[in-house]
């Protein structure tokens, strides 16, 4: 029995039933007055935990034992589910999973200084096309001409014979790999068109044929990828004037390409090299600049008719800040971290005139936590002052 005041020991030993889910997926349990995270569990779930962890009055736990599983647990298709570090969310429906996912949206938002500026019942959702057999793009280990992917929350190494959320082919190329190479660290590896990604690649977008190098950014997922640029063009469609879109952190074009289709003049900013080589070579009609975005704030002096940006996961905060007072008609933010997103967007929406349109949130990753944003923002148009 654990009062208010007991002191839960790390590594000890624990029966708890798991009464809903956390912020990052986890299965959320209570012990006296203290919180404790278990992974790859949901309510219902009776289970016999190990403390692993604490932080003030929250524990991470691993299971040691499943004593009831819920009787609303979903087929789980991955035999290595419940010891891999790649998926978090099998266990759950796919309607389980979008729901999930939009109150993990929702309460970011509510409890973010964005609340009062957008309501996270106005949320839209894009399911993935494919829940299973859909990701182009993994990081993984070989030891031992074995493969493997790292545990939950560790970097501890677990053996894996099969992943059923990589396009087919792609396990069976790795495999080869993992027997040519014997070993080799954590890395990253892409399958196109059936061919392991070493040298270089084309994948489809619309019209467009996008090449590709092995160490160039591309959307894991390609299936829902066709669904976020077209939901960008859509937010796009009401635009009076399209002379000038810039696009930052364009990559090898996967936005651009698109965006060349409905403006004018396209300019795409790249600060990697091998992306912007191929990006040259995958259109001539766009203006292509090579540095980092903060750098080329100055061409925002252009006055485009829209801004699209895609950054890495830590956002762009100099990149908006330098947003505020531009009377941009309208900016379109990609993102796959809700954290710096809003972070981001705070400065623009409170302080820099903007508002926000529109906000979709797109399952790019289904049976993980992970979820996509396509935020549409608009200022001022320059034709009416």
Request: glycine content about 6%; some cysteine.
């Amino acid at each position: 029995m654990h009062t208010a005041s007991s002191k839960l020991e790390i590594y000890t030993r624990h029966q708890v039933e798991i009464e809903g889910l956390g912020s990052r997926g986890e299965g959320l349990a209570s012990l006296g007055q203290a919180v404790v995270f278990v992974p790859k569990t949901r309510s219902g779930d009776v289970v016999e935990i190990e403390l692993v962890a604490r932080e003030k009055s929250r524990y991470q736990a691993r299971v040691l034992r499943w004593i009831k599983r819920s009787d609303a647990h979903a087929h789980v298709r991955c035999t290595h589910f419940y010891d891999c570090g790649g998926c978090q969310l099998q266990h759950l429906s796919p309607k389980e999973q979008r729901e999930w996912k939009i109150s993990w949206a929702s309460h970011w938002l509510k409890r973010s200084p964005l609340a009062p500026y957008f309501d996270p019942e106005h949320f839209q959702y894009i399911e993935s096309p494919k829940a299973y057999e859909y990701r182009h793009r993994v990081r993984i280990h070989a030891k031992d001409s074995q493969l493997h992917f790292t545990k939950e929350k560790s970097h501890e190494l677990h053996p894996i014979q099969d992943c059923p959320v990589l396009v087919k082919g792609f396990f069976e190329a790795l495999e080869r790999k993992a027997k040519e190479l014997k070993s080799f660290p954590s890395r990253s590896f892409g399958f196109f068109n059936g061919q392991l990604l070493e040298q270089d690649a084309t994948y489809s977008l619309r019209s467009h044929k996008l090449g590709v190098g092995a160490n160039s950014f591309t959307q894991g997922n390609l299936f829902a990828n066709e669904l976020l640029v077209e939901q960008v063009l859509n937010e796009l469609k009401d635009l009076p004037r399209k002379k000038l879109a810039i696009d930052f952190f364009s990559g090898v074009g996967n936005l651009s390409l698109p965006l060349s289709e409905v403006f004018e003049r396209v300019i795409g900013v790249e600060s990697h090299s091998e992306s912007i080589a191929w990006a040259k070579k995958n259109s001539s009609k766009i203006e292509w600049i090579e540095g980092e975005a903060e750098n080329l704030i100055s061409l925002l002096d252009q006055a485009p008719d829209c801004v699209v940006m895609d950054p890495p996961r830590g956002g762009s905060l100099k990149l908006c800040r330098s947003l505020m007072g531009r009377p941009l008609p309208r900016v379109i933010y990609v993102s796959c971290s809700l954290g710096s997103l809003i972070r981001d967007l705070t400065p623009l929406v409170k302080k820099g005139g903007y508002r926000i349109q529109s906000w979709t949130l797109i399952d790019l990753f289904p049976q993980t936590r992970h979820l996509e944003s396509v935020v549409r923002l608009d200022g001022r148009d320059p034709l009416a002052l």
